[in-house]
């Protein structure tokens, strides 16, 4: 079931970086997590500021620069990080010691049980999903987009710690970090034809208005909230942030007309287990 705060996740700023928090993983002081917003970094608009992506055509240097803030932010060292080349897949890799890389390859999620290995990916409208096991002391990142949702990229991150890191799923504490909204999603025929082929009752995720045929706005948080409970996921909190209404605080693909940044998302177990 999903678990209800008042404010499940709360802003923070640490060295001028602003980011936001989980506040169920609070608990855990071996857990660093973080959301970070577009603010404490030094890009110029339209990347202002905070901006994590090499690809946006933001300056490199800037982007460095950013990076390296924001590890002084979380307390580690830029070498500590692992991600990825973001594809819109469903497909997610096991990190460990032996086989660290900075940037692992093609894929949309990464996994690992081991410490001093923090996950790292960027966002701007898409799904950031989250994972701890506290059991098992293992962690999960995933970037799930429509094409990612409609992959199953949530259940695949799940299914990835069962059988790779030997987690439970009812252990496993999920967050659906902050995405573009139903109230901001206006999709077409595509994305409506590939929601229909990949999930039951989409009535419930598809919201038309007007009695339009053509586009309707899809509930991304539903559907891999929807993934999750599939999977046997007991704890599931949503950020109720949409980054299309929050373009104050995040990167916004869509608000922005496709000029903009992205802003990171990172979680790893630092030091020895307690």
């Not at 999903?2 to 993983?25: C, G, H, T």
């Not at 025929?189 to 009535?203: G, K, L, S």
Request: charged fraction near 20%; proline fraction near 4%.
């Amino acid at each position: 079931m999903s678990q209800q705060f008042i404010d499940p996740v709360y802003p923070v700023s640490l060295n001028k970086v602003r980011l936001y928090r989980v506040r169920a993983f609070d608990d855990y002081p071996g857990l660093t997590h973080a959301i970070f917003t577009r603010h404490g970094g030094i890009s110029q608009a339209p990347y202002r500021s905070l901006n994590l992506g090499s690809t946006v055509g933001d300056n490199a240097d800037a982007v460095k620069t950013n990076f390296e803030q924001i590890c002084r932010a979380a307390n580690i060292r830029p070498d500590q990080t692992v991600s990825v080349y973001q594809v819109h897949s469903a497909d997610i890799l096991t990190v460990n010691q032996a086989n660290r890389q900075p940037v692992m390859g093609r894929a949309d999620g990464l996994i690992t049980a081991e410490r001093d290995i923090f996950l790292l990916l960027r966002f701007a409208d898409c799904t950031p999903l989250l994972f701890f096991d506290p059991v098992r002391q293992a962690v999960g990142l995933a970037h799930a987009g429509w094409r990612g949702t409609v992959k199953n990229a949530a259940g695949a991150t799940v299914d990835a710690m069962v059988k790779q890191l030997d987690c439970a799923p009812e252990n496993i504490i999920a967050v659906i970090g902050p995405a573009i909204g139903p109230c901001c999603y206006q999709v077409g025929i595509e994305v409506m034809n590939a929601v229909a082929e990949n999930f039951v009752e989409v009535d419930s995720l598809l919201t038309r208005h007007n009695g339009a045929i053509d586009h309707a706005h899809f509930d991304l948080w539903a559907a891999n909230r929807r993934q999750l409970a599939a999977q046997r996921v007991q704890q599931i909190i949503q950020s109720n942030l949409c980054t299309a209404c929050r373009t104050d605080m995040f990167f916004s693909h869509r608000a922005e007309q496709g000029r903009t940044g992205r802003f990171g998302v990172m979680i790893g177990l630092r030091g020895e287990a307690g």
